[in-house]
Every structure is written in structure tokens, then in C-alpha cells.
């Protein structure tokens, strides 16, 4: 015979069970024969959110508490937690591992004894209750088996795990916020979701950003000053930079200065007229910048040519989730694999080494490691790409220089590149050159021609060059990756072509010419090595060098070594050498010591120095440094002050002093403007280095007041507003698309937030985009859940999913879910208009309409406190009441019970909604019901009219048949 202590409880956990989320639901763990023992301590359940280092794991758990203690189920927990053990309540075992197969854990209830990774555990009668549905145990002992600790908070009816060991599920749950993250913003660029755009259109003229370096030296000779003007800007809805460089003794020396244009087309990417750079071509052109035209479709930067199309393919233990990385980056995905193989593909790839790492993770903590490489030949285009570059070039020449070189170089070259198949590019290139002195060729037309490929992890390119006089030049460049080294080789033949691309070291004309190159890591070594040999036409000159350079960590300390040797024909070799060392960082202080020492042809030391710096405050740095001579040179002592701080100046100072006599001192400042869009400038934060990026100016303000100290971020820089309000952000990248955001964390009150989100926009070289930020004191509501059954009082109820919806956009502002006492605040709201429902999960658990839910509120500007936005659910969702229901009903049916008047149906409804009427009120309900009515039958249908209080609060009404008086 059940108790009637057992069956009411019975029917509370069973509504709580339909209100409460299906994620994590376990059995109640209290047994209905535990219920009927007469215990000397009361035994009850608990209802509690169960959460690990802030993720949620279930919104609903059940707990035992007896007096004092309680008691967590092992099971259950152990399932949230991924963790690989077997609970068998009914029989009281334990068996699994936990987090390493090796760590295996067993447990016999009928014993109290059982091992833990090969440690004995004993537990004691008092430490565990076996129900028929898990295994409870008290904190001290679940911890035997689980790496984690508790927080009991009982006001908010939450657990809080924290984990002493990287467990399976936070593994899990880390993974999915990062899933979650590549597919939000799968739309952008790199994996950014980009805000909306904001446009910064070109203009005719612009008032130019502009940074100025000065310069000034004293020795004991001589005083020199140097001046060097730079700018950026908008000049005839294009893009344009400028520089202006003068000294003392010539007054203006130098003036350069080029417009261009980002086109952004796949036809044309940018062209550029002024002092430009034209491309190098191998054994044509070395490309030194000077006066001309420039245009290209190639995109900036070898990084921006892709191939999209590329797979991997994996061997995968079945259940097990996958994560493929490009330098750090996650890039795809595969959860729960369901084959025992798995092939990524459409990965994009870049010209060079692509390394890639996957990361495998098992259903309970397994964790495995693998590398992967694609290989894309450098100079390789994805098939049927096809880029060009053309450029006509007048080499060296400025737009004005005071003392011009008398030679300079007029050329014109076009190129066309084409990509054939994903392992081979071809290409070619004409050329015309005019020299200025007519003791050169008058003029040269030359033409090249290569081929870039890709076969057996090799990587190759083949070019020749040829002018009209049948001169010729060829190079074959090979590249081959070999586990963490990089090998290359590079051979070149001449035949009678002359150029200064073509580095000639050997005395007549070169004929052949060798390199070699090994480069890469092994272990904490890093290292380059490079030979050269050049031999000359007639076979009587050689030359020859062999340069290495290596880095190691060794504890934290930093040595690194380099080493040159070279030979001339016949003569003996030269050899010198130099190692370096270093401990410490500037904060703290830093010494570098260093030798340099030569090998051939003599084996002597040849100097040492010696280095300390360190930061003096925030500011300032100071630095002083000894050099001393083993041979006939003078020893030195050098002194330095400089400004480390990157904002709106930089000042730097140096004296020096030697054993001759010979001293020297320096100062140099820096400065810089940004266009203030209300006119003027305003100073450089990046003390003149920002001229030719771009720019942000953020206005902060709140009720018309400028706001200060709070910071706007775009990427990774940031401003913080001034007295003024306005925040810089300066020094961007020009063309690369930025989001700009407050960051919210900056401002002081935690009620005040920005109206909107951010923008996204592209900067310009020397612009600044202003932007308005208002901030305003945002509102709160709350309000009470409550679920009631027939004409029981109401309970409050926990873990209930509440949220905000911007009544216009129809977005989910904000969503929270109720605690102990069934209080539910949903803060942080921006002034608007909100429907304040259940969540649509909430909402389906119920079986209601969300829309019945539904409560209108409106936040004003100055920050609205809305309370008493309470919701009472009825009888398992069939009666829904709202303090300000969104849509209430117009009217409510049920049928008439004829053991029962009129009035005791309407007291009964007024009674469930918790609002009775007064005599008078009551008296005047019945009569218009009976007026739309008349006298109803027994199981006729009653209509009763919504539209007065209380019976306005009712927004869902689902009770079609009798009221059930007779259990009132």
C-alpha cells in the first residue's frame, strides 16, 4: 500500500519532470519503498542544475539529502562526464577506467571495497545509498572516483563541478564552441563574421595623415641634421603617399610620390602610377623602384593564391570526433565518425609547405595526434588562373632630386602567368630597357620564359632569358621538404647574357653558377646552412662561400652562432664567425653577451661585447653597451635612452664614445598627424607610423556626454576614449576588412551598453572612418514561474528557460533561466520594445504555443526596471497565466457540470488563477455568462468572457471539459 506522503510526492516529481529540460534527465532517485521506511533522519530529493567550469551539463539532476549529507549519483554523473564507467545499481558494482584505460576502477556495494588505478578504496555504510537507479555518493567519496570538486549553492539550486584533470566532456564542449565559431562565421573571410559594412568612400582631396622624423648627430668632426616628411591620402579619388626627405646641407633633397588604386576586380587587382616598384624578374631585372605606371590582377601577397580544392584522407576509430588545423587555425571537422575512414576535402591550400595537424578525440578522454602536408609548388596557380603584371619603369628617377645619378634605366615589361594543371604553371615575360648612356646598347629587348612544377614532393622551376644579340641565361630551381628540413638546390648557366640581375663574382664573365640550401629544425636546433660556387666562363676564376647561421633554447637561454667562409680563386680562404647569448627580458633587465672571432686566415678573437638594458618605468628604456678589440681597433662604450611607449611621440638618444677620442651623439624624435574629421589633426597614438594605414575615430557618448576611458577594438587594435569621448584606432591594415567593436568589459557601469553592435569596414591608406557610439543604461526584468496543479498552491520552479525577443527584429536579446525560487531576471537589455517568453525548447516541453507565454514589456531610455512579469503554468501546461499576457484569450470554454451552479464553476476559475472576485464582481460575471449562455445542461458548453481581470491574465487556455469541482 503506498503512502499518501509517497504518492503526493510522486506527482510533484512527475510535474516537475514535465516542466523541466529532457537534456540530462535522470530517474528520481527516490525508491517509493525508501519512502515508506520510518528513517530516523528524513531523507528528501533534490532538483539542481549540474554545470562544469561554466558549461552546462544538465539542467536537471536529482540528489539525495539526508540530515547534513548529500549524496551525488555516480552514475549519472560519470555519464555527463564521458568518463568510460559502468554503474550497475541493482547489483551495487563498479567497473570502467577512468580517463587512461590503464587507470581502472572497480567498487562492490556488498563489501564496501574496490580499487581505484590500482589503489584499495574502502568505503563505509554511511558513504554511498544503493538505489535502484544509481549509486549515491557522499562528496568525499565520489571524488575517489571522479577528478573533480563540487560547489553546493543552494539559493541557486546549481552544483558546479571543477575539474582537477582535462576530462572528456569539457574536451567535447570546447571542441563544439569552436565548431560552433568556423560555421558562424563561415560566410567571411578566414573565418571572421564580418558586421555590417560601413562605407568610406574615396574623395577628390583629402587632408593627408602625415608622420615627420627627425634626426640629429654630433660627433667630433662634424653636426648633421636630417628631416623626413612622410603622408597619406585621397588625391583625385585615389590613394596617395607621399615623402619629402632634406639635411642641412642640401636644404630639399628628395621627393617622391605615387597614386593607386585597390580595384578589388579578378581582371584587376591595383595599378599604381608615381614612384613605384616594379616586380623582379630572375636574370632580367632585379626591380628597383622608380618613376612609372604599375597594374595587376595578381592578388597582394603569395598567401592570397589558393587551391580550394585539395582532400586528405585518414583512418578514424569508429565514434570517435576529428579536427583538422592549418597553423593553429581549425579549419574543418567530423564529430562522431561513423566509418573507418574519412576524407576532408575541398581544403584550401597555398603556394609552399601546407603542414597540417589532426587531432583525434575518443568517446572517453582517448586523445591521438597526426601530421599531414600538401605540397604546392612556389609559382604554382590553381588551373585555368591566369595572372599578369605590367609595369613601364624609368629606374632610380624621383620626382625630384637635387643631385640625380646620371644612370638611369627606362624599361617596360609585361608578364603572364598561367596555371595548367594543380602540378604545373608556365609563364612568360618581354622586356624593353633603355640605358641612358649611349655607351651601352642603345637599347635591349629580352624575353623569358619558365615553367613551375610539382612532382614526387619536389618542387621546380625553370626559366631562361634571352635578348636579341642571341645572349641567353637558364635556371633550374629545385625544392624538396625532407621531414622538418627544407632542401634546395639552384643552378645557373650563362651564355653571353649581361645584366645586374645576374650577381656576378668571378673575374671575366660567369658561366655556371651552384647553390646549395638546407634549412629547418632539430629539436631546440634551428638552422640554415647556404653554399655558393660560381665558376667563369674561361675556366680561371672561382668563387666560393659557405654561410651557416644556428639558434638553440637551452633552459630558457638563447645562443645562437653564425659562421661565413668564402674563397677567391687561388687565394687563401677567409673565415669569421660570431655567437651570441642572451638572459633575461627588458622589464626585469636583459644582458647580451657576444664574440666574433676569425677562423682563417688566421685563427684570433676578434672583439667582444657585452649589453644591458632594462625598462626604467613604463615609458623609458636604457641601455648601455661595451665593445672590446683583441686587435687594432679602438674599444667602444655606447649609452641609450629611448621612449618605448608607443603613444603619439617616440624619442630616442645615443652617445657613444671610443679609445681614439672619437664620440658621438644622436637624437631623434618622432611625430605624426591623422586627419580630425572636424578639421585640423590630431596626434598620432602610433607616434607617426600610422601615416599610411588606416584609421577609426570613435565619438563615445551617452545622454549627449562624451564618455571616457572606454576602449573601441578593431582586430587587434585598440583606443580608449579621451576627456572628449573619442577613442583612435590607428595603424590598420590597409584593404584588409576590420570589425570595429566597443568592448564592453571597458565600460564602468554593467548596466550601460552600446546601441549597436559594431561595423566592419576597409581601411584606406592615411583615412579615418568616424564613427558614433552611444551608450545607454540598459533595463531589467523579472518575474516569478510558478506551476500549480488544481487548487494545490502554486510552487515555484527552478531551471526554467526564460528570454528576451526584440519585439522589431524578432532577435533573442537575452535568455535565463529561473533559480531556487523560481525568480527569473533577464538584465542588460537595451532601450526597446521585448516579448518576454519561454524559450521555444522551454515552450515545446510544456506543449503550449511559445507565443502563449508571451508578455509585452517596453525599456525606456533611461533604464527600466520591469518587475512582477511573473508566469504561472497550470496543470501541465493546459492553463498558462501571465502577469501582462502578450496575446491573452478572448474567451474561456468548459463543460457544465449539473451537480454544480454557475457560480461554483466561476468560483473555481478565479480560485485556480489565484484572484477571487468580490461578492459584487462574482455576482455580475455570473449574470453575463447566463445572459450569453442561458441555463446550461449538464456537458454543455460555457463561454465565459476574458476581458476583465483576473481573467485577462489567462494567455493559454486548453481545459475543454469539466472542471473537476468535486475534487475541490
Not at 571542441?175 to 573565418?191: F, I
Not at 666574433?596 to 667582444?608: F, G, H, R, T, V
Not at 525606456?860 to 511573473?870: I, K, N, S, T, V
Request: hydrophobic share 35%.
Amino acid at each position: 500500500m503506498v503512502s499518501a506522503r509517497a504518492a503526493l510526492l510522486a506527482g510533484v516529481v512527475g510535474l516537475s519532470l514535465a516542466l523541466q529540460p529532457s537534456i540530462g534527465l535522470a530517474s528520481s532517485p527516490l525508491s517509493l519503498d525508501a519512502l515508506e521506511e520510518a528513517d530516523e533522519e528524513a531523507r528528501s530529493d533534490m532538483i539542481v542544475r549540474l554545470s562544469l567550469e561554466g558549461y552546462t551539463l544538465a539542467d536537471t539532476e536529482y540528489l539525495i539529502q539526508e540530515g547534513e549529507a548529500v549524496y551525488y549519483p555516480l552514475g549519472q554523473i560519470a555519464s555527463h562526464l564521458e568518463l568510460a564507467l559502468d554503474v550497475q545499481p541493482r547489483e551495487g558494482e563498479v567497473t570502467g577506467w577512468v580517463l587512461d584505460p590503464d587507470r581502472t576502477v572497480s567498487f562492490d556495494a556488498d563489501s564496501g571495497m574496490g580499487k581505484v588505478g590500482g589503489d584499495p578504496l574502502v568505503l563505509g555504510d554511511e558513504d554511498w545509498i544503493q538505489e535502484h537507479d544509481d549509486l549515491y555518493l557522499r562528496e568525499e567519496a565520489i571524488q575517489a572516483f571522479l577528478p573533480v570538486d563540487f560547489e553546493h549553492r543552494p539559493r541557486d539550486a546549481e552544483i558546479h563541478m571543477r575539474a582537477e584533470e582535462e576530462l572528456p566532456v569539457l574536451s567535447r564542449l570546447e571542441r563544439e564552441s569552436r565548431w560552433a565559431e568556423l560555421r558562424d562565421g563561415a560566410p567571411a573571410d578566414e573565418g571572421e563574421a564580418w558586421l555590417p559594412r560601413e562605407p568610406l568612400p574615396r574623395r577628390a582631396l583629402t587632408r593627408p595623415a602625415w608622420s615627420l622624423s627627425l634626426d640629429q648627430r654630433l660627433n667630433d668632426e662634424q653636426t648633421a641634421t636630417r628631416g623626413d616628411l612622410a603622408g597619406a591620402g585621397d588625391v583625385l579619388w585615389h590613394e596617395s603617399e607621399w615623402r619629402l626627405l632634406a639635411n642641412d646641407e642640401d636644404g630639399l633633397r628628395r621627393f617622391d610620390g605615387a597614386l593607386g588604386q585597390q580595384v578589388g576586380h579578378p581582371a584587376l587587382e591595383r595599378y599604381e602610377l608615381g614612384r613605384v616598384n616594379p616586380p623582379r624578374y630572375d636574370l632580367v631585372r632585379r626591380g628597383r623602384s622608380g618613376m612609372g605606371v604599375t597594374a595587376t590582377n595578381r592578388p597582394e601577397g603569395v598567401a592570397r593564391t589558393t587551391f580550394t580544392d585539395q582532400t586528405i584522407e585518414i583512418e578514424v576509430p569508429e565514434g570517435w570526433d576529428v579536427e583538422l588545423y592549418r597553423d593553429g587555425d581549425l579549419i574543418d571537422f567530423a564529430q562522431d565518425v561513423d566509418t573507418d575512414r574519412l576524407e576532408f576535402d575541398d581544403i584550401d591550400a597555398r603556394p609552399g609547405t601546407n603542414p597540417y595537424t589532426i587531432e583525434f578525440y575518443g568517446p572517453h578522454g582517448e586523445r591521438e595526434t597526426i601530421t599531414r602536408t600538401i605540397e604546392i609548388g612556389p609559382g604554382l596557380l590553381p588551373p585555368g588562373r591566369v595572372h599578369y603584371s605590367l609595369d613601364a619603369v624609368w629606374e632610380g628617377e624621383s620626382l625630384y632630386e637635387q643631385d640625380p645619378a646620371d644612370e638611369h634605366v627606362r624599361s617596360a615589361a609585361g608578364r603572364v602567368d598561367v596555371g595548367v594543371t594543380e602540378a604545373v604553371t608556365v609563364g612568360a615575360d618581354v622586356h624593353y630597357q633603355e640605358p641612358d648612356e649611349q655607351a651601352a646598347p642603345a637599347e635591349r629587348e629580352l624575353v623569358g620564359a619558365d615553367a613551375a612544377f610539382s612532382a614526387l614532393g619536389v618542387w621546380g622551376r625553370v626559366r631562361g632569358a634571352f635578348d636579341r644579340e642571341d645572349g641567353s641565361a637558364w635556371r633550374l630551381s629545385l625544392d624538396r621538404g625532407l621531414g622538418p628540413l627544407d632542401l634546395g638546390y639552384e643552378y645557373t648557366h650563362v651564355d653571353g647574357l649581361e645584366g645586374e640581375a645576374i650577381r656576378s663574382r668571378v673575374s671575366g664573365e660567369l658561366r655556371h653558377g651552384h647553390e646549395l640550401q638546407a634549412a629547418g629544425s632539430l629539436g631546440p636546433l634551428r638552422t640554415r646552412l647556404r653554399y655558393e660556387h660560381q665558376e667563369s666562363a674561361d675556366g680561371e676564376s672561382t668563387w666560393q662561400r659557405l654561410r651557416t647561421r644556428e639558434n638553440v633554447t637551452i633552459g630558457g637561454q638563447r645562443l645562437r652562432h653564425s659562421l661565413r667562409v668564402s674563397r677567391t680563386d687561388d687565394e687563401d680562404p677567409a673565415a669569421r664567425g660570431s655567437l651570441q647569448t642572451r638572459w633575461g627580458r627588458h622589464r626585469q633587465g636583459r644582458l647580451s653577451l657576444g664574440v666574433s672571432y676569425d677562423l682563417a686566415p688566421e685563427a684570433e678573437m676578434d672583439s667582444a661585447n657585452a649589453e644591458y638594458s632594462q625598462d626604467l618605468n613604463a615609458n623609458w628604456r636604457g641601455s648601455a653597451s661595451v665593445r672590446g678589440s683583441f686587435n687594432d681597433r679602438p674599444h667602444r662604450l655606447r649609452l641609450g635612452l629611448s621612449r618605448t611607449s608607443r603613444e603619439y611621440w617616440r624619442l630616442s638618444g645615443r652617445g657613444q664614445i671610443d679609445t681614439e677620442g672619437s664620440w658621438q651623439v644622436s637624437v631623434g624624435v618622432d611625430v605624426g598627424g591623422l586627419p580630425h574629421p572636424d578639421g585640423g589633426w590630431y596626434p598620432d597614438p602610433e607616434a607617426g607610423r600610422g601615416y599610411d594605414h588606416g584609421a577609426v575615430l570613435a565619438r563615445v557618448h551617452q545622454d549627449g556626454e562624451p564618455v571616457e576611458n572606454v576602449e573601441v577594438c578593431a582586430d587587434r587594435q585598440c583606443g580608449a576614449s579621451n576627456e572628449d569621448g573619442e577613442a583612435w584606432v590607428a595603424r590598420l591594415e590597409p584593404h584588409e576588412p576590420v570589425n570595429v567593436e566597443v568592448d564592453v568589459g571597458s565600460i564602468e557601469n554593467p548596466f550601460v551598453r552600446p546601441a549597436k553592435e559594431g561595423v566592419s569596414f576597409q581601411p584606406r591608406p592615411g583615412r579615418v572612418l568616424p564613427l558614433e557610439y552611444a551608450l545607454h543604461e540598459t533595463g531589467e526584468v523579472d518575474g516569478t514561474v510558478h506551476r500549480r496543479r488544481g487548487l494545490h498552491d502554486p510552487e515555484e520552479v527552478s531551471g526554467f528557460e526564460m528570454e528576451a525577443v526584440d519585439a522589431e527584429s524578432g532577435e533573442v536579446v537575452r535568455s535565463e533561466r529561473s533559480v531556487f525560487d523560481g525568480l527569473y531576471i533577464l538584465d542588460q537589455l537595451p532601450p526597446s520594445a521585448y516579448r518576454i517568453q519561454a524559450s521555444e525548447e522551454q515552450a515545446e516541453r510544456l506543449g503550449v504555443p511559445q507565443s502563449a507565454t508571451a508578455q509585452r514589456v517596453a525599456i525606456e531610455d533611461d533604464g527600466d526596471l520591469a518587475r512582477g512579469y511573473d508566469l504561472t503554468i497550470h496543470d501541465d501546461g493546459e492553463i498558462v497565466q501571465a502577469a501582462e499576457p502578450a496575446s491573452p484569450v478572448e474567451e474561456i470554454r468548459f463543460e457544465f457540470d449539473e451537480g454544480y451552479s454557475l457560480r461554483d464553476h466561476l468560483e473555481h476559475v478565479l480560485e485556480r488563477l489565484g484572484a477571487p472576485m468580490s461578492d459584487e464582481d462574482l455576482a455580475a460575471l455570473v449574470e453575463e455568462v447566463r445572459m450569453l449562455n442561458g441555463d446550461p445542461d449538464d456537458g454543455d458548453s460555457v463561454i465565459v468572457p476574458a476581458d476583465q481581470a483576473p481573467l485577462d491574465e489567462i494567455a493559454h487556455w486548453e481545459r475543454t471539459g469539466k472542471l473537476g469541482l468535486e475534487s475541490q
